[in-house]
T-cell receptor
Framework: DTGVSQNPRHKITKRGQNVTFRCDPISEHNRLYWYRQTLGQGPEFLTYFQNEAQLEKSRLLSDRFSAERPKGSFSTLEIQRTEQGDSAMYLC??????????????FGPGTRLTVL | QKEVEQNSGPLSVPEGAIASLNCTYSDRGSQSFFWYRQYSGKSPELIMFIYSNGDKEDGRFTAQLNKASQYVSLLIRDSQPSDSATYLCAVREGEVRFGAGTRLTVKP
């Protein structure tokens, strides 16, 4: 399977717990994005990596959220002290290097988080 | 705040008709424009991308871009029930921003 993969697909947690999600991008893609999507809304940008460098982070993103991409391959998104408002689908997308013949993003299946 | 606006719908068209989906954006520096389709409970999948003013056709889909009016649209010809989904407009200027999506229903 050469698409973007995300794990776990579903996560149910209690308020106050920490959760971590993983994203494995398409292998030749050096750009990686995290989004959050709630019902009836489009994906909301969270953060962006080019290789291992985190180049952009949404100003709306709480400091409870942190993302890493230590070796420029897979990425993790951690949410500390989860709140019920964090319940959403967390989407990862990847795209090839800038200047490639195409630059569109390809999305993974998402991780659905439910905070009780 | 940079905005991408879409009519939320629902838009309902009969099978075989043309569905027209519209999107406006606020950032004049935007360079790339995308249409994604999202079925309920699934992640977005790319349908079309367009970078230059004018029309771009791919099968039953036509994307139209007017940078002067900051407007991008998607036409779906010969609509099929399987086209029923939410259509997301996305705009790239640095980061990618999505609209809230338009829900399309194609009735047999």
């Amino acid at each position: 399977d050469t698409g973007v993969s995300q794990n776990p697909r579903h996560k149910i947690t209690k308020r106050g717990q920490n959760v971590t999600f993983r994203c494995d991008p398409i292998s030749e893609h050096n750009r990686l994005y995290w989004y959050r999507q709630t019902l009836g809304q489009g994906p909301e940008f969270l953060t962006y990596f080019q290789n291992e460098a985190q180049l952009e982070k949404s100003r709306l993103l709480s400091d409870r959220f942190s993302a890493e991409r230590p070796k420029g391959s897979f990425s993790t998104l951690e949410i500390q002290r989860t709140e019920q408002g964090d319940s959403a689908m967390y989407l990862c997308a990847s795209s090839p290097p800038a200047g490639s013949s195409y630059n569109e993003q390809f999305f993974g299946p998402g991780t659905r988080l439910t905070v009780l | 705040q940079k905005e991408v606006e879409q009519n939320s719908g629902p838009l309902s068209v009969p099978e075989g008709a043309i569905a027209s989906l519209n999107c406006t954006y606020s950032d004049r520096g935007s360079q790339s424009f995308f249409w994604y389709r999202q079925y309920s409970g699934k992640s977005p999948e790319l349908i079309m991308f367009i970078y230059s003013n004018g029309d771009k056709e791919d099968g039953r889909f036509t994307a139209q871009l007017n940078k002067a009016s900051q407007y991008v649209s998607l036409l779906i010809r010969d609509s099929q029930p399987s086209d029923s989904a939410t259509y997301l407009c996305a705009v790239r200027e640095g980061e990618v921003r999505f609209g809230a999506g338009t829900r399309l229903t194609v009735k047999p």
